[in-house]
């Protein structure tokens, strides 16, 4: 059965240093998103992504944040500088053209 | 932001006994629901999904129901097993199929325990 992948599983790093999280959707799926969940919080939308552009992006995901799909299979999530507020699970899904999303097994960002 | 709220935490089930897990939203422009469940260290699982012209949805041991008056939404799970205690969440999108970009607004999530 086809699933989301994401590397790494867990990614440690300092404030201030730039880190890439990375996804590979499901192979025919057209439309990508990554969410995050901080520890005791909901999971919360941060941005899709369709025909090679964002389509939408929610406040949390502000300028030190970037994504790109630089080939026909990976996602990226670059933050540029990390927080101490940046901690939390990210998680990538993928849909194709029915409603349900599919999630990847999550990366666990912590940022020290 | 509470727009997909689960006024439950917690939920514990007799194995063999139905669970049912409840789910509000205020948002009357959501048009599609899913249900996920999620076990710790883990990515939330597409359990089931149901579209705003219907009511019901069934899938094997889960049905959603939707009563989009009351802005309720519940999943059923009959017979429960040990194998479904996890964290079930409720999450609502706005036009989710076709080109709609889809994002999905979360609940707090429900742990549900079935006891053996």
């Known amino acids: 059965e086809p699933e989301v992948t994401q590397t790494p599983s867990h990614q440690v790093t300092q404030m201030g240093q730039e880190v890439i999280l990375r996804c590979v959707p499901i192979?025919?799926?057209?439309?990508f998103y990554w969410y995050r969940q901080i520890l005791g919080q909901k999971v919360e939308f941060l941005v899709s992504?369709?025909?090679?552009?964002?389509?939408?992006k929610s406040e949390i995901f502000d300028d030190q944040f970037s994504v790109e799909r630089p080939d026909g299979s990976n996602f990226t999530l670059k933050i540029r500088s990390t927080k101490l507020e940046d901690s939390a699970m990210y998680f990538c899904?993928?849909?194709?053209?029915?409603?349900?999303?599919?999630f990847g097994p999550g990366t666990r960002l912590t940022v020290t | 932001d509470q727009q997909v709220k689960q006024n439950s935490p917690s939920l514990s089930v007799q194995e063999g006994r139905i669970s049912i897990l409840n789910c509000d939203y205020t948002?009357?422009?959501?048009?599609?629901f899913l249900w996920y469940k999620k076990y710790p260290a883990e990515g939330p699982t597409f359990l089931i999904s149901i579209s705003s012209i219907k009511d019901k949805n069934e899938d094997g041991r889960f049905t959603v129901f939707l009563n989009k008056s009351a802005k309720h939404l519940s999943l059923h799970i009959v017979p429960s097993q040990p194998g479904d205690s996890a964290v079930y969440f409720c999450a609502a999108s706005e036009g989710a199929g076709g080109t709609s970009y889809g994002k999905l607004t979360f609940g707090q999530g429900t742990i549900l325990t079935v006891h053996p």
């Open positions: 192979s025919n799926h057209l439309y």
């Open positions: 948002n009357s422009m959501f048009d599609y």
């Open positions: 992504f369709y025909n090679n552009e964002i389509s939408e």
């Open positions: 899904a993928s849909r194709g053209q029915g409603g349900e999303q599919y």
